[in-house]
């Protein structure tokens, strides 16, 4: 599969081989590489080849393939880097540098100076806030879930 381009982005150009880059990875659905701004050496970001700006748009049928690839991947960090364990993220939309889906693989380490998500926590203010904010969550997974036609049913209360 080689994917639909997007002109102008940069992880297409990479994808292209317009751009150059430190490829440590690559498949028919994805490609992995170096971060140009790593968190930790041996920061990877895997990419799909076609071009989808976030996880909500990666079609069903890749899903399961692409994300066995992140787990290879992070198994691949952990041992290359001799490392203790990986962080896996995604950002859709807010935070996400550039406008093409692409999954953070880093390698961590006890003590390496990342704390928590990067971010301040903000607790629930009470028990009620809680039970509506999951019923919220259970709603949109309902409305998704029949508006997809999905096979999956949606959690229990």
């Known amino acids: 599969m ?3 381009a997007e002109q ?5 150009a990479i994808i292209q081989g317009e751009t ?12 992995a590489f170096l971060d140009r701004r790593p968190l930790f050496p041996g920061h990877l970001l895997l990419v799909p080849r076609e071009h989808l700006a976030t996880l909500a748009e990666l079609p069903e049928k890749l899903t399961g393939p692409f994300f066995n690839n992140v787990r290879l991947l992070a198994r691949a960090v952990e041992e290359g880097m001799a490392a203790e364990g990986s962080f896996v993220a995604v950002n859709n939309r807010v935070s996400q540098s550039v406008p093409h889906l692409h999954v953070h693989i880093v390698p961590r380490r006890r003590h390496d100076g990342l704390k928590g998500f ?6 629930y203010l009470d028990e009620v806030e809680i039970v509506r904010v999951a019923e919220m969550l ?13 096979n999956l049913s949606p959690p229990s209360p």
């Open 8 to 12: 102008g982005c940069r992880f297409c």
């Open 118 to 123: 990067f971010w301040p926590r903000h607790p």
């Open 2 to 4: 080689s994917g639909a």
């Open 138 to 150: 259970r709603s949109a997974v309902a409305r998704l879930t029949k508006k997809e036609g999905s």
């Open 20 to 31: 150059p880059a430190q490829v440590s990875f690559e498949d028919d659905i994805s490609l």
